[in-house]
């Protein structure tokens, strides 16, 4: 358990994969020398339709504060009604906004704290700090494939009354995906315990067997499951920033309400309608990292190295010392993620990028073993 910031000061920022240009001048790289294996997006950049649409972008209007259009867009992919979607300027800024939000008001008896499946990503704990409010774990079991145990992550729902549980799913860094009938046992002990139970689906458009979650918003825990959905990932908009929430409109109008206006700007609004038009890109991109991810096990095996089994676009990888292979592999100008700042400094996170780059990342660790 991480103990609360009552301050409602931030104590420690969580850590971020991707590249500081500060870094790279520190250690005289060039920014096109170097690959980043550090943050984990589509390995296809973003569509070819999405260049072209920026083109006509009038940069001398403010941006539509609803993001009508692209809403619309993302209610017919999902079959749902615009006033169920809340887009943000990246899936983080709808972390925050779903922290502060719940946790100044917890609803129906829950508590002001923050529920979270560790190791995961860092954000979720966070924002819960930020708002002063308690950060309580379910932490998997290693031994055991970095599984949680269930029952006792709703019976922890039931009896501490989290007002938010974030699941990452699939998780970062694990890669551990959980199904359907999983997820809807921890969405009814949310349901019953008055916690908004929010599912960061941000990787699952890279899981080959994965379930549609929309399902939860139907049925009877609707008003209890926050679905985010992170266009960053799925269409490599890094550098624009893109996510939504699909929710209860009763949730996105609480979450709307606090989002400041003109959040999503222009240039990422018309780069995720361009995307979205795009309908063969994911399944492109799903396949690409299927066969890096084959390519890439193989030969960190053979290396002796230990790559868990991951559903998602990214692989957690055993290797002793992750800060000192962070080091190594910098210096030859590939940026890989040192797990440490997940409590596993034993580990690095490659983030799957197309096989070329893949084979780049091979050579150099081979070369480094040898
Ligand atoms: C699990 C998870 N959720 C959300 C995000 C944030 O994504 P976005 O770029 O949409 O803010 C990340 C980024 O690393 C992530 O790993």
Same mark, same amino acid.
């Given at each position: 358990m991480t103990e609360p910031n009552l301050a409602g000061q931030p104590t420690a920022r969580p850590v971020h994969g991707g590249i500081r240009p500060a870094q790279l001048r &520190?250690?005289?790289?060039?920014?096109? /020398?170097?690959?980043?294996?550090? %943050?984990?997006?589509?390995?296809?950049?973003?569509? $070819?339709?999405?260049? &072209?649409?920026?083109?006509?972008?009038?940069?001398?209007?403010?941006?539509?504060? #609803?993001?009508?259009?692209?809403? #619309?867009?993302?209610?017919?992919?999902?079959?749902? #009604?615009?006033?169920?979607?809340?887009?943000?300027?990246?899936?983080?800024?709808?972390?925050?906004?779903?922290? =502060?939000?719940?946790?100044?008001?917890?609803?129906?008896?829950? #508590? $002001?704290?923050?529920?979270t499946f560790s190791p995961t990503y860092g954000e979720y704990s966070g924002a819960g700090l930020l708002e002063g409010a308690k950060v309580?774990?379910?932490?998997?079991? =290693?031994?055991?494939?970095?599984?949680?145990?269930?029952? =006792?992550?709703?019976?922890?729902?039931a009896n501490s009354k989290p007002a938010l549980a974030f699941l990452c799913n699939p998780n970062n860094p694990t890669g551990v995906y959980l199904g359907r009938k999983n997820v809807l046992v921890l969405a009814q002990a949310a349901a019953q315990s008055g916690t908004l139970l929010v599912v960061d689906e941000a990787y699952v458009n890279f899981v080959e067997e994965r379930w549609d979650a929309t399902y939860l918003l139907q049925g009877s825990v609707r008003e209890s499951v926050v679905l985010l959905r992170s266009m960053t990932k799925d269409y490599a908009l890094t550098g624009l920033r893109l996510g939504y929430a699909l929710a209860s409109p009763e949730v996105v109008s609480r979450l709307a309400r606090l989002q400041p206006d003109w959040?999503?700007?222009?240039? %990422?609004?018309?780069?995720?309608?361009a995307a979205l038009a795009d309908t063969v890109y994911l399944s492109t991109a799903r396949r690409t990292v299927g066969e890096a991810r084959d390519f890439l096990v193989e030969n960190f095996q053979r290396m002796g190295f230990n790559p868990l089994p991951s559903a998602?676009?990214?692989?957690?990888? &055993?290797?002793?010392?992750?800060?000192?292979? =962070? &080091? $190594?592999?910098?210096?030859?100008?590939?940026?890989? $993620? /040192?797990? %440490?700042?997940?409590?596993?400094p034993d580990c690095i996170r490659i983030g799957i990028r197309a096989m070329p780059d893949c084979r780049r990342l091979v050579e150099a660790m081979t070369a480094e073993v040898e």
């Open positions: &520190e250690l005289g790289l060039n920014p096109n /020398d170097v690959l980043d294996f550090s %943050a984990s997006v589509s390995p296809l950049g973003p569509p $070819r339709g999405v260049w &072209e649409a920026l083109q006509g972008v009038d940069l001398t209007a403010y941006p539509d504060p #609803e993001c009508l259009e692209l809403k #619309e867009a993302l209610a017919q992919l999902h079959g749902l #009604e615009s006033d169920h979607i809340l887009v943000g300027n990246g899936s983080t800024e709808l972390i925050h906004l779903l922290a =502060r939000s719940y946790l100044s008001q917890p609803v129906d008896g829950a #508590e $002001r704290s923050v529920l309580l774990e379910v932490t998997a079991c =290693r031994e055991a494939g970095f599984a949680w145990d269930l029952g =006792r992550a709703a019976e922890t729902i959040s999503v700007n222009s240039l %990422a609004q018309v780069a995720g309608l998602a676009n990214y692989l957690l990888v &055993e290797v002793g010392d992750g800060s000192v292979w =962070r &080091e $190594r592999l910098m210096r030859r100008g590939l940026f890989v $993620r /040192d797990c %440490a700042s997940f409590g596993l």
